[in-house]
C-alpha cells in the first residue's frame, strides 16, 4: 500500500510516476517464520531494530533475502550478519593499524600489478571479478546475489590474503614487496565499500572517508564516487581457479592435520596429493609455497595412485552372506580375506563378480556381497572431498621437533606480548629457563625465535617486567620478557 500511495499521489500531483522500478519482497516474519503481531509479542519496531543492530545491518539483512521468499527478520539473524561484517572491518582495522605504523602514503606511486606478488595479482583479480558480478548483478536488481558474493569474497580476502600476507606487513623493513602488499590491500578496500554503498551506506561510508582523508585527489564521500568498473586487463581466470584448488588442497591438509591431532605450527615433511586430472601437478607448480608455507610442510609430492596412501581391507558382508551360505560361512571369510586385496577392490569398483574357491568349488560372489574398507597407511593422515585426496607424513624427526618447539615458544611469546600491553612495534628483551630438550630446540632456532618476536636481547635467566611458566610441547619453561630499553 505504501508504493501504491505513492504512485497514486505523484499521478495526482506531478502526472509523472514516482519510481521506475521497485524491487520488493514476500511478507516479513519473525525469525522463526512466524507472522509477527504486537499482541504476540514478537513484532520488532524499526527504532529499536535500528537501535540494536544498525540500520545497514537490517539493509544487508533485506538486500541478501530471496524477494520471492518471506524474509525471517530478528535480532539472531542480525548478528550473523554482524559477524560477517565483523570480517570486513576487522580487515580494515589490519590494514590501518599497520599502515600508520609504516607511515603508508596512500598517493604515492603504487608498484604495476605485474611487479607485484602472485597474492596480490591473485587478489586484484578477485576483486575485479566481484566489480563484474556486482554491476551485471545489480543491473538485474539482484541484490541478492551481491550480498552473497561479497560474503564470499570476504572470507577470501580476510581468511587467505590477509593470513598469507601478516608476514609482508610485519616485517621492519619497508621494501617493494611491502609496499606491494599496502597498496594491494588499500586498493581492495576502497573499491570494496564502492561495490557496498548503495546497499550499506553508512558503514562504507565510514571505512571510505578514513581510508581517503589523505588523498585530495579522492571525492569527499563514497557516495560521489562512480560505481566500479571492471578492468579487462585485471582479469586473470587462470589464476583465480589455480589458487581456488591450492585453497581446497589446504583446506584438506587442515582437516588430515587434525585428524593427526598436530598443530600447524608442528612442522611436518611432506604433503601427498593425488591429482584429479593431469594438468593439475603443473597448475600448482607456481604456487607450491602457498601450500607449503600454509600447511607448515616441506615438501608437495604428487602420486598418481591413491593406494599408495592406504591399504585395502577386505571383508564379507556378513548380512547379505550369512543366510546363503551359512556353516560354509567361516571357510568363505578365510577365502576372501585371502584374496588380494587391491585386485577385489578393483572388481568391486567395476561392479564385476569376485570369483573364488569354497571346499574345491569355484563360487563367484556380487560386488555387494564383499566390503572393501581402506586404512591409512602408518604415518599418513588422509583425507578425501570430491575426489581430491590428500596424505600428511606425520611422521617426525628431532629437526622437525625442534622447529615444532620454536615455533610454539614464538606463539606464547607473542601472546606474552599482548598480555602485557606492548605495542606491535615494541622491541623486547627475552629470558628463559628450560629443559635441555627444550634447550637444544632453543639453540638451534635463535635467529628465528629473536626476528619474530622483535627481541634484541636473548639468554637464559627469568628476570623481566612479564614472566610466565609455560609448558611449550610437553616440555616445562618460564619465560621473562620486558621492553627492550629496559635494564634488569
Not at 577365502?335 to 569354497?358: G, Q, T
Not at 636481547?457 to 619453561?477: H, L, M, P, R, Y
Request: a negative charge; hydrophobic letters at 40%.
Amino acid at each position: 500500500n505504501w508504493f501504491y500511495a505513492l504512485l497514486a499521489m505523484s499521478t495526482v500531483l506531478e502526472n509523472r510516476t514516482p519510481f521506475l522500478r521497485i524491487l520488493g519482497h514476500a511478507l516479513v516474519h519473525d525469525e522463526h517464520g512466524e507472522e509477527m503481531h504486537k499482541s504476540k509479542g514478537n513484532a520488532i519496531w524499526f527504532d529499536e531494530a535500528a537501535e540494536r543492530m544498525g540500520a545497514d545491518v537490517m539493509r544487508w539483512m533485506f538486500a541478501g533475502s530471496n524477494p520471492v521468499n518471506n524474509i525471517h527478520f530478528g535480532f539472531g539473524p542480525a548478528d550473523q550478519i554482524k559477524r560477517k561484517l565483523l570480517t570486513l572491518w576487522h580487515s580494515y582495522s589490519f590494514f590501518v593499524t599497520y599502515a600508520r605504523l609504516d607511515g603508508f602514503d596512500p598517493t604515492s606511486d603504487a608498484p604495476p600489478i605485474s611487479d607485484r606478488s602472485v597474492l596480490d595479482r591473485w587478489l586484484t583479480a578477485k576483486v575485479n571479478a566481484l566489480v563484474r558480478d556486482a554491476r551485471n548483478e545489480l543491473e538485474r536488481y539482484n541484490a541478492m546475489a551481491v550480498v552473497k558474493s561479497v560474503e564470499a569474497f570476504l572470507e577470501d580476502l580476510s581468511n587467505w590474503y590477509i593470513r598469507r600476507s601478516r608476514r609482508r606487513f610485519w616485517k621492519s623493513e619497508s621494501d617493494s614487496d611491502k609496499a606491494a602488499a599496502y597498496s594491494t590491500l588499500y586498493e581492495t578496500l576502497v573499491t570494496l565499500v564502492r561495490v557496498i554503498a548503495p546497499i550499506m551506506p553508512f558503514f562504507s561510508e565510514e571505512i571510505y572517508r578514513n581510508l581517503t582523508l589523505s588523498d585530495p585527489s579522492a571525492p569527499e564521500s563514497v557516495h560521489l564516487c562512480d560505481y566500479p568498473e571492471p578492468n579487462e586487463a585485471l582479469r586473470d581466470e587462470a589464476l583465480m581457479e589455480d589458487m581456488a584448488l591450492v585453497i581446497r588442497i589446504v583446506s584438506l591438509g587442515r582437516a588430515a592435520r587434525k585428524n593427526a591431532g598436530l598443530k600447524v605450527r608442528q612442522p611436518l615433511s611432506e604433503i601427498r596429493v593425488v591429482p584429479k586430472a593431469s594438468e593439475e601437478p603443473a597448475r600448482v607448480e607456481r604456487l607450491k609455497e602457498q601450500i607449503t608455507e600454509e600447511l607448515n610442510v616441506k615438501e608437495v609430492v604428487w602420486v598418481e595412485d591413491p593406494t599408495y596412501f592406504a591399504d585395502y581391507v577386505i571383508r564379507p558382508n556378513f548380512r547379505l552372506l550369512g543366510a546363503k551360505y551359512g556353516r560354509d560361512l567361516p571357510v568363505l571369510r578365510t577365502a576372501i580375506e585371502a584374496l588380494d586385496p587391491a585386485d577385489a577392490a578393483e572388481c568391486v569398483e567395476r561392479r564385476s563378480e569376485v570369483v573364488l574357491s569354497l571346499n574345491g568349488r569355484e563360487i563367484a560372489l556380487l560386488p555387494e556381497e564383499i566390503v572393501v574398507e581402506t586404512k591409512p597407511k602408518e604415518g599418513l593422515s588422509v583425507t578425501e572431498e570430491d575426489g581430491c585426496v590428500v596424505a600428511l607424513n606425520t611422521e617426525l624427526t628431532e629437526s622437525l621437533e625442534d622447529e615444532g618447539f620454536a615455533r610454539e615458544l614464538v606463539h606464547r611469546i607473542q601472546n606474552m606480548r599482548k598480555q602485557a600491553g606492548f605495542e606491535v612495534s615494541d622491541r623486547i628483551a627475552l629470558s628463559y629457563r628450560a629443559t635441555p630438550r627444550l634447550e637444544q630446540a632453543i639453540e638451534a632456532f635463535r635467529d628465528y625465535i629473536r626476528a619474530e618476536t622483535l627481541c634484541l636481547k636473548f639468554e637464559a635467566g627469568d628476570d623481566g617486567d612479564f614472566t610466565v611458566s609455560e609448558k611449550i610441547n610437553g616440555q616445562e619453561a618460564r619465560i621473562a620478557i620486558a621492553k627492550a630499553e629496559n635494564t634488569w
